[in-house]
């Protein structure tokens, strides 16, 4: 492309951008488009219609869009862009078939394509084709290693994925022999043992790695994270600790050394080591960046509450916040109304978040944090006109939605539905949101108890949003009720692992500590479901009794449609009220010697955690602080 072209190629991409092109429409898009061919050689016209296409498919016109972008990929078939565009389209739509179809066009015209070939191997394995997805990676059996290193990581972690151990393990071992200088292999592999729950054998290749690469900084962050885990004793672990540290300084970028001591920092204050963590934060200070200091005078912070420094804890985060920059400022706030609401200053963490709400519009987490205060707080009330005002700014955000939901149980099951219908047309995608519906199908006093519709919501809730822990511990209970087979539960637990979730309050309540792997806050959430089904079976088997009655079945059968409608955009007024039920309900049939229990105590899969939220001012101070902050972890 000559400099001219290139400058009216550069011009048309920009306007076509502007606000100026999306208010006037797609017809004034058109005659720039039109224009702009005039004005460039042939050979270049193919990413006119590639930027067309994109526009038609943010205005919803997909026929139009797909044409466009066939266009693209016949003007040139050679350019990658064109064809990953195009399936990424088709997927989104869920023409799966058409996808596989186009990448598989795609990868005929650009052989080898690192990106095409990663796109098709994970469409593959998300449609089941774990043979064809082989098959394509064997296509690479003669291409050069390190034309094709990234692609045959894929293929290992898509063994993991399918629960072949054994196979990816042979991969990673001809990946560390063959490629040895790429950090993500060393890297990837250690993850890989640690998922399999073999925390020496991480380690080892963890340590193999950094002889490779020592200046490779993922692997020292990964080697002190498992210290943790394969060191069980606490003098050994610190010592181990520090003289990895020291070694780490001298060879890591200077960029990360200030990383380093706070993780160093950390580790010293989990092990009652209060002084020496102080220094290691000292020591992240001189090392840090002016602009990132921030970070760690709030991790300082965290490590002080930890021990019931109070004031220590908050002259830190005084200080996070005179030197913050304006964009992180509303993250030390809300930092700082958690310490307000810990020592019992409701009012104070109030004012703190209605500043930040202010100043900070565009940062969704302050508005979250606003309602669950209220929620912490046992003001329900306010709860709800915390979470209506959050959607008013942020109405694509589905946590948002999530506790929307769960705050209308107070409602009524039918209030629920019909908020849980209307985030569907606006987050269809999330998985918080799909996770609540399942809640209240999973609710033995809801009117729409259903296992099957659970079943169903919870296999949206992994697909969409696989970090979300929630939705793998209430698919747990899903099966436990139903006594599924060994085998589904292995799969699911499988599932979770690949995924690792980071975030729920349910995951967070079963991670007790951050040490705990993926298969480890599994175990611990088995255990808790086991002892609280075991406490209200009879409960569960009076709700599924009552299920069975077919006046019942048609309400759940109803309220699943109305959620697929939802969906798919297929009701036409989202402000409509969910159907009722034609008949009312009949009551639950439990045991006179039942101790009290109400429907607010099953709103998500712990009795326990729940009344504990409802609880909080008769709670003491480290399952307060544990409710407050959840598994929140500073990270640098």
């Known amino acids: ?89 088709e997927e989104e739509r869920g023409h799966f078939s058409r996808c596989e179809k186009i990448l598989t066009l795609g990868l005929r015209h650009c052989p080898y394509h690192e990106a095409l070939m990663l796109k098709g191997i994970k469409h593959l ?20 290693v390190n034309q094709s ?30 490629a040895p200088w790429y950090g993500p292999v060393w890297f990837e592999a250690c993850r890989f043992e640690q998922r399999c729950g073999h925390p020496q054998e991480a380690l080892r290749v963890a340590e193999e790695g950094l002889k490779q ?100 804890s908050q002259a830190l985060l005084e200080r996070a916040l005179a030197e913050s920059p304006p964009k992180t400022r509303a993250i030390v706030m809300l930092e700082q109304s958690r310490l307000y609401e810990l020592r019992g200053d409701i009012e104070a963490a109030r004012g703190l978040l209605r500043s930040a709400r202010k100043s900070a519009r565009s940062e969704w987490k302050v508005f979250l944090e606003s309602v669950l205060l209220e929620m912490r707080s046992e003001a329900t009330s306010r709860a709800l006109r915390e979470a209506r005002r959050a959607l008013e700014v942020h109405r694509g955000t589905g946590r948002l939605w999530a506790v929307l939901i769960q705050l209308e149980q107070a409602s009524g099951v039918h209030h629920q539905l019909r908020v849980f219908q209307q985030a569907l047309l606006e987050v269809p995608k ?54 599924a087979p060994d085998a589904d539960v292995e799969r699911l637990w499988q599932l979770c692992i690949n995924a690792e979730p980071n975030y729920g309050t349910l995951w967070f309540h079963s991670k007790r500590t951050v040490l705990l792997t993926t ?18 079976r009879s409960v569960y088997d009076a709700a599924i009794a009552r299920a069975a009655r077919p006046d019942f079945r048609s309400t759940a059968l109803a309220a699943v449609t109305a959620a697929m409608l939802a969906r798919t955009g297929g009701s036409a007024d989202s402000d409509a009220p969910a159907a009722p039920a034609p008949l009312p309900p009949p009551p639950l049939n439990l045991p006179a010697s039942l101790p009290p229990v109400e429907a607010a105590d099953f709103v998500t899969g712990s009795v326990a955690l729940n009344r504990m939220h409802r609880q909080l001012g008769r709670l003491g101070l480290e399952e307060r602080r544990a409710l407050i902050y959840g598994g929140d972890m500073i990270v640098p």
């Not at 259903?450 to 209970?477: K, V």
Request: proline share 4%; hydrophobic share 40%.
């Open 1 to 89: 492309m000559s400099p001219r072209s290139r400058a009216v190629y550069k011009d048309f991409s920009h306007t076509l951008r502007s606000k100026e092109t999306q208010v006037r429409g797609a017809r004034y898009a058109q005659q720039l488009a039109e224009r702009c061919l005039h004005d460039l050689p042939e050979a270049v016209h193919w990413r006119v219609h590639l930027e067309m296409a994109d526009l038609a498919k943010r205005e919803k016109s997909f026929g139009r869009a797909r044409q466009l972008y066939r266009m693209a990929t016949q003007l040139q078939p050679t350019a990658p862009q064109a064809w990953l565009e195009f399936a990424k389209m």
């Open 125 to 144: 394995e998300r449609m089941g084709e774990l043979r064809a997805a082989r098959s394509l990676l064997s296509q690479l059996q003669y291409v050069p």
């Open 149 to 178: 290193w990234r692609t045959v990581l894929e293929g290992a972690l898509l063994e993991a994925r399918a629960g072949e151990t054994a196979m990816a393990r042979r991969v990673f071992k001809f990946l560390l022999h063959a």
């Open 213 to 312: 690469l020592p200046r490779y900084g993922p692997l020292w962050f990964s080697v002190m994270r498992l210290l943790e885990c394969a060191l069980p004793n606490r003098h050994e672990l610190v010592h181990a600790t520090r003289a990895h540290v020291e070694r780490g300084v001298r060879h890591i970028s200077k960029d990360l050394v200030w990383k380093l001591w706070f993780e160093a920092a950390q580790v010293e204050e989990r092990n009652g080591n209060l002084a020496r963590s102080r220094s290691a934060y000292v020591k992240s200070v001189g090392a840090c960046a002016p602009n990132l200091r921030w970070k760690v005078w709030l991790g300082g912070a965290r490590s002080e509450l930890s021990y019931s420094r109070f004031d220590v």
């Open 430 to 483: 999330s998985g918080e949101v799909w996770c609540e519906g399942a809640r209240i199908c999973l609710n033995p006093f809801s009117d729409c108890f259903n296992l099957e519709a659970a079943h169903n919501f919870l296999d949206f809730a992994i697909e969409f949003t696989p970090q979300y822990g929630d939705s793998f511990i209430e698919y747990l209970r899903l099966m436990m009720l139903v006594g």
């Open 519 to 536: 298969r480890q806050v599994l175990e611990s959430a088995t255990e808790l479901l086991r002892r609280e089904l075991s406490e209200w």
